[in-house]
Structures are given as C-alpha cells and as structure tokens.
C-alpha cells in the first residue's frame, strides 16, 4: 500500500467567528486539488449583483454550516437553506445568490467536482 506523505496545512483568512463587511462575500479555498476544489464561503447581507449569474464549468454541491440563504435560479425557482441543508447544483446551471442573512454572517462550504 502507498501511502501519502502527511502535509501540514495552514488555514489562512477570516476565521470562523469573523464576519464580512455587510454587502460583501468573501471566498477562502480551503483544498484544490486535480478533481476537486473545497471552499468556505462567508457572506453577510449579501446578493450578488443585478443580472449576474455564476455559469459554472464543475458541478457544486454546497451546504450551509450557520445563517441563512436563498438560491436563485434562473429558471425562476428559488431555494432557501439553513444550517444543514444542501444542495447539488450540476454544472451550468445557472444560479445566483438572492439573499443572505442580514445580521449574522453566512458560513457556506462549497465543494467542486469534475461535472458528471
């Protein structure tokens, strides 16, 4: 069996109980690798911009570890989520964030895979 060398990682940016400015989101990749990308998102008051939609190559599935969100798509439906839940977004489906909390800071992880 091959095994893999141990590598210390140093996590780096906003720890978990520190929040954005209102308005803002900020995104720490937290492991990238060949066939997959791990991101912490923190977002606080946050929707992304009028006619912005991501459009994304991977597919995303991405859970809410504390706050609020809601998802929207652009076929029209939008998805709410807490802490806990999730959601499999499957690449290109084009979606944008439509709100987060207002008074407490949004924690997201957000995990990239190679679309199926």
């Known amino acids: 069996m091959t095994r893999r060398a141990y590598r210390p990682v140093v996590c780096t ?13 900020s995104v720490e990749v937290l ?8 991101e912490r998102i923190v977002s606080l008051d946050y929707s992304s911009p009028d006619g912005f939609w991501y459009d994304q190559p991977d597919d995303e599935w991405v859970t809410v570890l ?3 969100g809601v998802l929207e798509f652009e ?4 998805v709410e989520l807490g802490p806990g839940d999730w959601l499999d977004i499957p690449a ?4 944008r964030v439509a709100a987060t909390h207002a008074t407490e800071a949004t924690v997201w992880l957000a995990v990239h ?3 199926e």
């Open 13 to 25: 940016g906003p720890g978990p109980g520190a929040d954005p400015t209102p308005g803002e989101e």
């Open 31 to 38: 492991l990238d690798r060949d066939t997959l990308r791990v």
């Open 66 to 68: 504390r706050g609020r």
């Open 75 to 78: 076929d029209g439906n939008r």
């Open 92 to 95: 290109h489906v084009r979606h």
């Open 113 to 115: 895979t190679p679309a």
